[in-house]
């Protein structure tokens, strides 16, 4: 916890840190309370991609999201696994007016089948990695 305070006390990025733990917050807790047919309200339009393009700038304002999503996430005193990163850096950038896609994905590790979530604006993917590996089950554009 003291990383996590030092972290906030010394970057200068307060805001986006106070957001993105807010966010990771409120994404953890309805995973675990609202059922799935609920929360898909808040994944994006089923079935569509974002555009593969996107501006110089965006790419920017994206990998400094990302950067902290993923940063913050490992600090959280809750389990901030991949579906909380998605939608957590999603709403951020959907809050910069940039557009994204959140993929779901599985594959089968020994007797059993794994999930990932994932996040891709233009080009760059911003957290879970690519998917490689992962057969894409849903996608939704936001």
């Known amino acids: 916890m003291i990383q996590v305070l030092d972290y906030i006390k010394f970057n ?14 409120i ?12 929360m898909k309200k808040y ?10 393009n996107e501006s110089i700038e965006n790419y920017g304002k994206a990998k400094i999201i990302a ?3 993923n940063r913050i996430a490992e600090h959280t005193p809750w389990e901030s696994r991949c579906l909380v990163r998605a939608l957590t850096a999603q709403r951020l950038l959907t809050n910069k007016r940039i557009t994204s ?6 594959r089968k590790e020994e007797d059993n089948m794994v999930a990932h979530a994932w996040i891709r ?6 957290t879970g990695g ?8 849903a996608k939704f554009r936001k």
């Open 121 to 126: 604006t233009g080009e760059y993917y911003a």
């Open 130 to 137: 690519n998917g490689d590996g992962y057969v894409v089950v």
């Open 27 to 38: 994404f953890r807790l309805l995973i675990l309370f609202v059922p799935v047919k609920y």
């Open 43 to 52: 994944y994006g339009i089923f079935g569509e991609e974002s555009p593969y």
């Open 12 to 25: 200068n990025k307060k805001w986006l840190t106070i957001e993105v733990w807010f966010w990771a917050a």
């Open 67 to 69: 950067y902290h999503v």
């Open 101 to 106: 896609t959140l993929y779901l994905g599985v």
